[in-house]
């Protein structure tokens, strides 16, 4: 035995799996550190939806339903709250999760990870507390913002908590898709070419009514316009329950997650 | 006292489109001991580990690590099986301290992750993330990885590629004390001198199959005590040389102008060969007696270079 040696027996095997619970914290504890030290990640999931909120609240650059010209950033932040909110969860449910999940994949960190005692869904359903973590943390930081730029929300919490956790699912679903199938590099490229897409186009700061008649139709049956348009009904204008929205993204959801389940490939 | 094997291998058959990768593997690993599957790139090396770690189904064979079924028993055996990667599996912005030890609390009874780190080299970069850890320190991280969780068997896919010389030293004296304390060691190289150095039992695996097994001493003895190498022109008349040998010797031309008798290799035979060649107008050069080494059993099985 070499003087740089272990003592004799260190290395007696003496194998297990750690309780379930605890694997799953460790590593939802993890991935959400992962998450919040992507610098490039902060930017989309954090510092362009403050932007936007800011910015769009306080310049009257884009003419809002029901908001008059010339009206405060109260008026209007009252109409944008709710889409950044949207743009949030997509930034971190889709963009986010889809861009760190294509990498691992590249990388061999899910077939290592699919080699250690976590299960499969173990992982997963960490991935999912890390995304709803950091929406957590989003939710916060945007609220804290819109407060300060005079925003008055209505509506009751049940339904934005289900919406939020719908618009997760759904995006969820179609970002693992896309990582689970498609190449890193095309899924960077994809996942922040979506964002940008349905930023514009998915009622977010740009309204729905802004569309002809044919294309706004076509839009509001996109997940993110689903979840503005949802958040917005009872946020602003303080609706109960939004079926309509929340059937959208349930289609989405169950669209998106069989999809990935089914086609998702772990190297 | 060890009975059943850690790993049993018959006829595994693994094909990737219409190439077999594995095309009727048999391999039996002892408990305890340290086992190499010595083969070039492309041999099946990877493809049978990994079908060993449950990553792949068999086309066809049977497979058994640890008595279970790696694919369909894999939830079992994951705890109990410690795996190298034969490259990453590491998120990029993860710190080298922060994955390993992550990897240990995935685990009910794991090593002292600072002594390991330590044991490793990896001391003095704990905090370093690993996209900016050398070549070396990624490897000592992936096989420190692979024994925190205090598996009964570990496999380790070429856990020195790419190392230097000290570091490689370092990842042998590893896998030599994880022996001694009863861990059961597959690992595949290229390096004959690894097998020959670290393994109890060596697996020389060409074309998805094994071609040659046994202890290293046993390959390299290969019923053959000694062997006299020289270079000459190409196609000398290896019969006619044999006529002047004592029986038992056997001749063969390697490559075009490289010759190999194996026999009893005593002075007597180095005379005889050199007065037969100078009667033959034949200048040898690069006359060698040696050992076989597991280089030449592969060039012997396969007429190729093992790299």
Same mark, same amino acid.
């Given at each position: 035995?070499?003087?740089?040696?272990?003592?004799?027996?260190?290395?007696?095997?003496?194998?297990?799996?750690?309780?379930?619970?605890?694997?799953?914290?460790?590593?939802?504890?993890?991935?959400?550190?992962?998450?919040?030290?992507?610098?490039?990640?902060?930017?989309?999931?954090?510092?362009?939806?403050?932007?936007?909120?800011?910015?769009?609240?306080?310049?009257?650059?884009?003419?809002?339903?029901?908001?008059?010209?010339?009206?405060?950033?109260?008026?209007?932040?009252?109409?944008?709250? %709710?889409?950044?909110?949207?743009?949030?969860?997509? =930034?971190?449910?889709?963009?986010?999760?889809?861009?760190?999940?294509?990498?691992?994949?590249?990388?061999?960190?899910?077939?290592?990870?699919?080699? =250690?005692?976590?299960?499969?869904?173990?992982?997963?359903?960490?991935?999912?507390?890390?995304?709803?973590?950091?929406?957590?943390?989003?939710?916060?930081?945007?609220?804290?913002?819109?407060?300060?730029?005079?925003?008055?929300?209505?509506?009751?919490?049940?339904?934005?908590?289900?919406?939020?956790?719908?618009?997760?699912?759904?995006?969820?679903?179609?970002?693992?898709?896309?990582?689970?199938?498609?190449?890193?590099?095309?899924?960077?490229?994809?996942?922040?070419?979506?964002?940008?897409?349905?930023?514009?186009?998915?009622?977010?700061?740009? %309204?729905?009514?802004?569309?002809?008649?044919?294309?706004?139709?076509?839009?509001?049956?996109?997940?993110?316009?689903?979840?503005?348009?949802?958040?917005?009904?009872?946020?602003?204008?303080?609706?109960?329950? %939004?079926?309509?929205?929340?059937?959208?993204?349930?289609?989405?959801?169950?669209?998106?997650?069989?999809?990935?389940?089914?086609?998702?490939?772990?190297? | 006292?060890?009975?059943?094997?850690?790993?049993?291998?018959?006829?595994?058959?693994?094909?990737?489109?219409?190439?077999?990768?594995?095309?009727?593997?048999?391999?039996?690993?002892?408990?305890?001991?340290?086992?190499?599957?010595?083969?070039?790139?492309?041999?099946?090396?990877?493809?049978?580990?990994?079908?060993?770690?449950?990553?792949?189904?068999?086309?066809?064979?049977?497979?058994?690590?640890?008595?279970?079924?790696?694919?369909?028993?894999?939830?079992?055996?994951?705890?109990?099986?410690?795996?190298?990667?034969?490259?990453?599996?590491?998120?990029?912005?993860?710190?080298?301290?922060?994955?390993?030890?992550?990897?240990?609390?995935?685990?009910?009874?794991?090593?002292?992750?600072?002594?390991?780190?330590?044991?490793?080299?990896?001391?003095?970069?704990?905090?370093?993330?690993?996209?900016?850890?050398?070549?070396?320190?990624?490897?000592?991280?992936?096989?420190?990885?692979?024994?925190?969780?205090?598996?009964?068997?570990?496999?380790?896919?070429?856990?020195?590629?790419?190392?230097?010389?000290?570091?490689?030293?370092?990842?042998?004296?590893?896998?030599?004390?994880?022996?001694?304390?009863?861990?059961?060691?597959?690992?595949?190289?290229?390096?004959?001198?690894?097998?020959?150095?670290?393994?109890?039992?060596?697996?020389?695996?060409?074309?998805?199959?094994?071609?040659?097994?046994?202890?290293?001493?046993?390959?390299?003895?290969?019923?053959?005590?000694?062997?006299?190498?020289?270079?000459?022109?190409?196609?000398?008349?290896?019969?006619?040389?044999?006529?002047?040998?004592?029986?038992?010797? =056997?001749?063969?031309?390697?490559?075009?102008?490289?010759?190999?008798?194996?026999?009893?290799?005593?002075?007597?035979?180095?005379?005889?060969?050199?007065?037969?060649?100078?009667?033959?107008?034949?200048? %040898?050069?690069?006359? =060698?007696?040696?050992?076989?080494?597991?280089?030449?059993?592969?060039?012997?099985?396969?007429?190729?270079?093992?790299?």
């Amino acid at each position: 035995m070499t003087d740089t040696g272990t003592p004799t027996g260190t290395f007696t095997p003496e194998p297990g799996a750690a309780p379930l619970p605890r694997m799953i914290a460790a590593q939802a504890a993890l991935e959400t550190r992962m998450l919040l030290r992507h610098g490039e990640q902060l930017l989309l999931t954090v510092v362009i939806p403050t932007l936007l909120l800011v910015l769009f609240s306080g310049v009257d650059v884009v003419d809002l339903p029901d908001v008059p010209a010339g009206a405060g950033a109260d008026r209007r932040v009252d109409y944008l709250a %709710p889409g950044i909110l949207a743009l949030a969860v997509l =930034s971190t449910a889709f963009t986010g999760q889809a861009i760190a999940t294509g990498f691992e994949r590249r990388y061999g960190v899910l077939k290592r990870l699919a080699a =250690s005692p976590l299960p499969r869904w173990g992982l997963m359903a960490a991935k999912t507390c890390a995304v709803l973590v950091v929406e957590v943390l989003q939710v916060l930081l945007l609220t804290a913002v819109a407060y300060a730029l005079g925003w008055s929300p209505h509506g009751g919490p049940a339904a934005v908590l289900l919406l939020l956790v719908a618009g997760t699912a759904a995006f969820s679903g179609l970002g693992l898709l896309m990582a689970g199938t498609l190449r890193a590099e095309a899924t960077l490229a994809a996942a922040n070419l979506v964002f940008v897409l349905l930023l514009v186009g998915g009622g977010v700061v740009v %309204p729905l009514e802004k569309f002809p008649g044919a294309v706004r139709g076509v839009l509001e049956l996109l997940p993110i316009a689903a979840l503005s348009d949802g958040l917005r009904d009872v946020l602003r204008d303080g609706a109960g329950m %939004p079926w309509g929205a929340l059937g959208v993204l349930g289609v989405w959801a169950v669209l998106g997650l069989a999809a990935a389940a089914r086609f998702f490939r772990w190297e | 006292m060890h009975s059943a094997p850690a790993v049993e291998i018959a006829g595994l058959v693994k094909r990737y489109g219409s190439e077999a990768a594995v095309d009727g593997l048999d391999l039996s690993v002892a408990t305890g001991t340290v086992t190499a599957v010595l083969g070039p790139n492309g041999a099946g090396k990877t493809t049978t580990i990994e079908t060993c770690e449950g990553f792949r189904r068999p086309d066809a064979g049977r497979v058994r690590v640890l008595g279970l079924d790696p694919y369909a028993d894999a939830p079992a055996l994951r705890p109990r099986v410690g795996v190298m990667l034969q490259n990453g599996g590491v998120y990029p912005g993860v710190r080298a301290g922060e994955m390993l030890r992550h990897m240990a609390s995935l685990h009910a009874h794991p090593l002292d992750v600072t002594a390991l780190g330590e044991r490793l080299g990896l001391g003095g970069c704990g905090r370093t993330p690993y996209r900016r850890l050398s070549g070396g320190q990624q490897q000592r991280l992936a096989l420190a990885m692979a024994v925190v969780g205090r598996p009964e068997l570990v496999f380790l896919d070429e856990p020195t590629a790419g190392l230097d010389p000290q570091a490689r030293r370092a990842t042998w004296d590893l896998v030599r004390e994880l022996r001694a304390d009863g861990v059961t060691v597959v690992l595949s190289t290229h390096h004959m001198d690894e097998a020959e150095q670290l393994s109890d039992h060596v697996a020389i695996v060409d074309g998805g199959r094994v071609i040659a097994e046994g202890t290293p001493e046993e390959l390299c003895r290969g019923g053959a005590e000694n062997s006299l190498r020289f270079g000459g022109r190409p196609a000398l008349d290896l019969a006619a040389l044999l006529k002047a040998l004592p029986d038992g010797t =056997s001749a063969a031309e390697l490559t075009p102008g490289s010759y190999r008798l194996t026999g009893t290799v005593d002075p007597q035979l180095l005379a005889t060969v050199t007065s037969w060649c100078a009667q033959n107008g034949v200048l %040898p050069d690069r006359i =060698s007696v040696e050992r076989r080494t597991l280089e030449d059993v592969f060039l012997e099985l396969t007429g190729r270079e093992l790299r």
